[in-house]
């Protein structure tokens, strides 16, 4: 009798971000396709610090189970620049700690969705979370997101229609790198507050603002309806896998409880090692220094684009991220771009798999990883490649484009 899967387990869409890291990893390959932050900025020297101080002065105590909900002294501090920079109030109480902030989606949908239930998805949005919701079988409900935001009147219908859960990443979203606007931010919260359905707001970008945070928190304005996600993922270093979530007061004993039961605690060696980086390091003046430096990449960046791509092409310029969204002529198969990039060693996203429907003209491109050579060579790759797939048209006018998303 052969073994078989659960239902939900064979469920779980497919990650197409984790089989391109594979592709990208390969000799002579040079990417732009995964949402890695750039190794050369992580902090190796204060990191080994304060790992060497955390080991030396707290023992086996720094290698011991701890709370299931994190490591007290951290979560303090997060629910103080909650206070003091997110515009709401939280104690520690309120912030549960879980490895990345990818786990946070795994919990959530643990905690709310049964199979069959509805969530809402932004369209395009954030494949990693929306894989990770649908190893629990919900109907999802793709609401459109552009320049502004999250289309409001899609998302009242969704929620109209029983939505249980709306995932959100209103800070220069992954994967479009485009914010949402203070109207759609308090058209969202006046959505959610009340209606049964929980926001999911993803702050995984919202310390990477280049000239400050893009704009206020939802989880201000509808707190109790509101759960927000954070991580060290992007700012300090990913392979510490810390992120965390805060909650209402309501939602504190369940989530403490499934937590539990999921991963009996998260790595809270790296949290100590984290918070110890923290109180001696100024958060602010370190973000200043990785918030210029991806604003100088991102304009490196876009000035190869122009050099390189045809006039065809359509892209944004993100005022804070990892991520430019790339389109091509309406009609046009970016996926035959990301093959033809590929033969030329240039590894791109596609940017249809992170859609619920549409968007087979886009594509993810993330200026934050590679090199200035790498980005020299790989967009010139990169006009080659739309020049190949798209012939004449690689002529035609950008002006003639509808905005990118
Ligand atoms: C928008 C967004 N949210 C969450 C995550 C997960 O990050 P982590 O689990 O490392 O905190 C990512 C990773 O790329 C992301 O882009």
Redesign the pocket.
Known sequence: MPHRFSKLASGTMDSFIMSLVDVAARPGMISFST?LPDNSLFDVEGLAAASAEVLREMRGDALQYDSATGYVPLRKRIAARCRKELGFDAGYEDVIMTN???ECFDLLARMFLDPGDCMAVENPG?L??IQSFSAYGPELLGVDVGPEGVDTGMLSEAVGSGAKLFYS?PNHQ?PSGNSYSERVRSEVAGIVRGSGCLLIE?D??GELGYSGRAGRTMKSMAPEDTVLTG?F?KTIA?GM?I?WMVVPEWMRAQAGKSLEAMSLQSGTLCQKIVDRFLEEHDYDLYLGRLRRAYSEKKDFFLDAMEDELPDCMGWNDPKGGMFVWLTSPAGSDAMRIFDAALERKLVVMPGKPFHVRGGGNTLRLNFATPSEDQIRVGMKALGDACRDVLGKRGDASRALLPPPL
Do not use: K, M
Request: proline share 6%.
């Open positions: 949402g990345g902030s990818q954030y990693g979370a990443i992954n993803d995984a970008y991580s993922s990913p896998r992120g």
